[in-house]
């Protein structure tokens, strides 16, 4: 399609056509706050790189960010210590599920990425070392990048994540008999559960992730990340952002991704927009089905990927 180009039109089709797909998956139903989410909600939103917002359906509601954090809190660690992050986690796919424990041992304890959980708690470790507080420096940040001060942590999802955290736990703890946890295990993983708990809408999460598609550049003009650190930070959402099932993503959306348990998907058309689609029915990997349909019919129509 040329430019310019609106993407109102493309996203009622994309709703219309996704109200006609029966199958829809199941909500995550490990953490009991969020299993209650009704499978058959969507919303749909693409961000320009000037902050104009387009959205459909429930585009506006707030839902469980969970592992779309990893995005942000990984692109605020590098922004802080750069390199130095990558001698304590890996940037290749795992091939095994988020919260696998078997690989670590094998590799020592540098867990094989950041968006897998023993990667993300590496970062969030990281950014809490580096800052004292991760959760509130990445809720600062998608305030400040959504331009919603309203943005908050659902302190009851936290605790529900808290209570059934045994195998984050696990995580936590072997990493860092290994050495690669700074922080006592419980303050991190309590920085992490709240991270997961932040409530935000798809046009919050569509202006949050603009920095990469702006090569870095924030939405106030300021650089958050360099050239090369934004486009490392896509390379690794395209190849390990949708849990095992990259390939399939990759394959069908051409776009950098980073889903969530709760439904929401974030991706990247670099230089030109980001989306973020929600609906909370997952398949077997924890992606949503709605939403990475949604995701494979917007790049079909639009041609808009990075391939
Ligand atoms: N809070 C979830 C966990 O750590 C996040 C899972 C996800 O969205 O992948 O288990």
């Given amino acids: 399609m040329s430019s310019p180009l609106t993407f109102q039109p493309v996203l009622d089709r994309i709703a219309a056509e996704i109200e006609q797909?029966?199958?829809?998956?199941?909500?995550?139903?490990?953490?009991?706050?969020?299993?209650?989410?009704?499978?058959?909600?969507?919303?749909?939103?693409?961000?320009?790189?000037?902050?104009?917002?387009?959205?459909?359906?429930?585009?506006?509601?707030?839902?469980?960010?969970?592992s779309?954090?990893?995005?942000?809190?990984?692109?605020?660690?590098?922004?802080?210590?750069?390199?130095?992050?990558?001698e304590h986690?890996?940037?290749?796919?795992?091939?095994?599920?988020?919260?696998s424990l078997v690989q670590l041992e094998y590799e020592n304890g540098i867990p094989r990425n950041p968006f897998i959980n023993a990667g993300?708690?590496?970062?969030?470790?990281?950014?809490?070392?580096?800052?004292?507080?991760?959760?509130?420096?990445?809720?600062d940040f998608l305030r400040a990048e959504s331009g919603n001060e309203h943005l908050a942590i659902n302190e009851d999802v936290a605790a529900s994540e808290s209570a059934h955290g045994d195998r984050n736990a696990a995580l936590a703890h072997f990493m860092a008999a290994y050495g690669?946890?700074?922080?006592?295990?419980?303050?991190?993983?309590?920085?992490?559960?709240?991270?997961?708990?932040?409530?935000?809408?798809?046009?919050?999460l569509a202006l949050a992730t603009g920095?990469?598609?702006?090569?870095?550049?924030?939405?106030?003009?300021?650089?958050?990340?360099?050239?090369?650190?934004?486009?490392?930070?896509?390379a690794v959402m395209l190849t390990c952002g949708t849990y095992d099932a990259a390939g399939e993503f990759a394959y069908r959306v051409g776009l950098p991704g980073k889903s969530g348990v709760g439904g929401g998907v974030i991706a990247v058309v670099p230089g030109r927009c980001t989306l973020c689609v929600w609906s909370p029915g997952l398949d077997g990997h924890g992606n949503s089905v709605a939403g990475v349909a949604a995701l494979d019919r917007f790049t079909t129509i639009t041609g808009l990927s990075v391939f």
């Fill in 211 to 234: 920095f990469l598609a702006r090569h870095g550049i924030r939405a106030d003009g300021s650089r958050l990340l360099t050239m090369s650190q934004a486009k490392e930070v896509n």
């Fill in 21 to 66: 797909t029966p199958g829809r998956g199941r909500p995550a139903d490990y953490i009991p706050a969020l299993a209650a989410c009704d499978p058959r909600r969507f919303g749909m939103a693409v961000a320009e790189l000037d902050g104009t917002v387009y959205g459909v359906g429930d585009w506006r509601q707030p839902f469980s960010t969970q």
């Fill in 120 to 139: 993300a708690l590496v970062v969030t470790d990281r950014l809490h070392t580096q800052t004292g507080d991760a959760a509130g420096t990445l809720l």
């Fill in 68 to 86: 779309i954090t990893k995005v942000f809190t990984l692109a605020l660690d590098l922004a802080h210590e750069a390199d130095e992050l990558w």
């Fill in 89 to 99: 986690v890996g940037r290749e796919p795992s091939g095994n599920p988020f919260n």
């Fill in 180 to 204: 690669n946890i700074g922080n006592p295990v419980p303050v991190l993983l309590d920085e992490y559960f709240r991270q997961c708990s932040v409530e935000a809408s798809c046009a919050d």
